[in-house]
């Protein structure tokens, strides 16, 4: 049987419902700007840590929304805390505070709890 040069690909589709938002519901109660994000990437781009590492902040927020917490619980550690992103957030979106949070939540909820 001939293959025609292409195959057919995992479905890449996301089961939001199986994820867990404990992470960010935690973080949205404590700091209300988390919620106005809307991914633009400023914080991203200024980011001195992003631009020596993968570290993306973006990328991070993102996942968290989404519930796939195992790559933000990795990353969130590299954030140098250093408010470059507070300053250029066209949201006023408190990224600092997040990140903060985002490392109490992960104390709080350990990765076989979540």
Known sequence: MDRFGFSISKGRQIDYD?????????????EPSFRVCIECGCCSATCTTGNFTSFSLRELQILMKRGENEKVRENIKK????????????????????????????????????
């Open 18 to 30: 199986a994820n867990s938002r404990h992470i960010a519901e935690f973080i949205s109660e404590r």
């Open 79 to 114: 954030c140098m805390l250093c408010g470059k992103c507070t300053l250029v957030c066209p949201r006023g979106v408190n990224t600092r505070n997040v990140v903060t949070l985002a490392r109490q939540a992960f104390q709080k909820f350990p990765a076989n709890a979540v």
